[in-house]
């Protein structure tokens, strides 16, 4: 072999240095039926662990949710509450991962602060406009699916066996667009929050977890269902407490569901 075919041979060091290649879909654990438990629990030890930060936090998740309310109470019109809602779809990516660094913190043995609540939200703000823009491209398609129902079941008084139809059919459609829902956002914002990933891979990632955890993640669901429904029963005080321990909670079932190990801490 001359001395030029050997120039031309490629680096043995730099072949062996190539970082391995991740996979596309971030791998998971197979959880057991108690699980949604122990995340509650720990979620509950963390605001526990910093009360300071979490009534903060709940206060603006109360005091926006009131907002919301009132003007979509007031004024009734569908334009100005899509606004409204397309405006919340987009800050509660960023209070969530706000709560989650929290968590991040208190398992990593610091002291959680504000700021660093702020450099995180500020570091995935492309990313939580990304996860807005699919989840409400959703809520668009959803409610567009409900005009079409309408249109296929046209309202009749007095004939219960349309209305069944209607009632059958609407619950087996909106359920898809919930658990759509659902599947994107169980795990991909813990995911940005703790990882430097893209949004396109958390999103797609967490559907995979949950599908192949269907009965734990639906058992899950129920909860957070249940605990919501609690917080907009109490006036929306008691969204104040319940959003935070939610959001820690969550950030735990990421932690033990989704191996991110592939990815740089970010």
């Known amino acids: 072999m001359s001395v030029v ?29 108690d699980a949604p438990w122990r995340w509650l629990r720990l979620g509950w030890h963390d605001l526990r662990r910093a009360p300071a930060l979490s009534a903060m936090f709940g206060a603006v998740i109360v005091i926006v949710s009131a907002a919301i309310s009132w003007f979509a109470w007031s004024l009734g019109r569908f334009a100005l509450l899509a606004v ?7 800050l509660a990516p960023l209070i969530g991962v706000g709560l989650y660094s929290v968590s ?15 450099v995180v939200a500020r570091r995935v703000l492309g990313h939580a406009s990304i996860f807005a823009l699919i989840q409400f491209v ?25 209305l069944m139809e209607f009632l ?28 430097e990933v893209d949004m396109v891979t958390a999103c797609i990632s967490s559907i995979n977890a949950v ?5 734990v993640m639906l058992e899950w669901a129920v909860i957070l269902c249940l605990l919501t ?6 006036a929306l005080l008691g969204l104040g407490l319940v959003m935070p321990w939610l959001a820690y ?13 592939a990815w740089p801490p970010a």
């Open 5 to 33: 075919d050997m120039d031309n041979l490629p680096d043995r060091h730099e072949q062996d240095c190539d970082p391995p290649p991740r996979p596309f879909v971030t791998p998971c654990r197979q959880l057991q039926m």
């Open 84 to 90: 409204l809602l397309s405006g919340f779809v987009f």
């Open 104 to 118: 991040r913190a208190l398992l990593d043995g610091r002291q959680p602060r504000l700021a660093d609540s702020f």
């Open 138 to 162: 959703i809520v668009l398609v959803w409610s567009r699916s409900g005009m079409m129902l309408v249109a296929f079941f046209p309202e009749q008084e007095g004939n219960t066996h349309v």
């Open 168 to 195: 059958a059919v609407g619950s087996l459609v909106g359920s898809v667009f919930a658990a759509l829902t659902f599947s994107i956002a169980a795990f991909s914002l813990p995911m940005i929050a703790d990882r």
């Open 211 to 215: 599908l192949r955890n269907k009965w």
């Open 229 to 234: 429904a609690f917080g907009f029963a109490s």
């Open 249 to 261: 909670a969550t950030y735990h079932a990421y932690r033990e569901t989704i191996d991110a190990s």
